[in-house]
T-cell receptor
């Protein structure tokens, strides 16, 4: 059974903390994505990666960075967490080479910054 | 720039009726794919159906069908004979290749509520 696993389901952090959200996939997918989901705004792409050590900014990269040292792992980093980064964060992975391949999602991390 | 638009924030539908969820898109890329996902209250994202830009026929998967009108740039999801378990958020998404980078962008979603 294919799987995308996010390290935490719920997370509470303080303003100014450095926060790491981890995502691991076991499908050997080339592409991995980080989205944030907010009511009324849908899923907005933060960053994506199409290969190890390769990354591209999405639509809302400000305040975030990413790391992909191994193919199966894609980390989202909040350098200095702020309250406006309180949100649901979804990781996804997708195979490369054909537009038909759907993305597989993790269970989500609900992050609260206080 | 590529964009997905879902204009229905919420819908209420009587059980057993058919439902159409609207999705329009904007792209200048000739090769792209359109996806629909369901997100129940549990939060998981469930892939429902896919339509390729070069596909001649509308995609169908069980009770789900995709009404693809390429000239109008619309990809509406049709759910036949709705059930209580269809109550969820529904997202339309578009995927394409840009110099080897394969983005996937989503709309704002429609919350569907099925009334008994």
């Amino acid at each position: 059974d294919v799987k995308v696993t996010q390290s935490s389901r719920y997370l509470v952090k303080r303003t100014g903390e450095k926060v790491f959200l981890e995502c691991v996939q076991d499908m050997d997918h080339e592409n991995m994505f980080w989205y944030r989901q907010d009511p009324g705004l849908g899923l907005r792409l933060i960053y994506f990666s199409y290969d190890v050590k390769m990354k591209e900014k999405g639509d809302i990269p400000e305040g975030y960075s990413v790391s992909r040292e191994k193919k199966e792992r894609f980390s989202l980093i909040l350098e200095s967490a702020s309250t406006n980064q309180t949100s649901m964060y979804l990781c996804a992975s997708r195979s490369s080479g054909l537009a038909a391949f759907e993305a597989f999602f993790g269970q989500g991390t609900r992050l609260t910054v206080v | 720039a590529q964009k997905i638009t879902q204009t229905q924030p919420g819908m209420f539908v009587q059980e057993k009726e058919a439902v159409t969820l609207d999705c329009t898109y904007d792209t200048s890329d000739p090769s792209y794919g359109l996806f629909w996902y369901k997100q129940p209250s549990s939060g998981e994202m469930i892939f429902l159906i896919y339509q390729g830009s070069y596909d001649q026929q509308n995609a169908t998967e069980g009770r789900y069908s995709l009404n693809f009108q390429k000239a109008r740039k619309s990809a509406n999801l049709v759910i036949s004979a709705s059930q209580l378990g269809d109550s969820a958020m529904y997202f339309c998404a578009m995927g394409w290749t840009n110099f080897g980078n394969e983005k996937l962008t989503f709309g704002t979603g429609t919350r569907l509520t099925i009334i008994p």
